[in-house]
């Protein structure tokens, strides 16, 4: 079960992620789904930068 789900493992992550798009384009419309994609894809980005950067350790650290 492990060797399928690893030989198959990124069409498994689209289809899942394409079935969330659906559900919230059918749920809360299209510009709103939009939206929120937006809000996803900029809070990846920002995460990435922080985790690169180590901006928290040395916030913490101090």
Do not use: D
């Not at 990846?44 to 950067?53: D, E, F, H, N, P």
């Amino acid at each position: 079960m492990m060797e399928l789900l690893k030989t198959y493992q990124w069409p498994l992550i689209g289809g899942v992620v394409g079935l969330i798009i659906a559900i919230l384009f059918i749920t809360i419309g299209f510009f709103s789904t939009l939206l929120v994609i937006a809000f996803v894809a900029l809070g990846i980005v920002a995460g990435s930068y922080v985790a690169k950067s180590g901006l928290l350790q040395k916030l913490f650290k101090q």
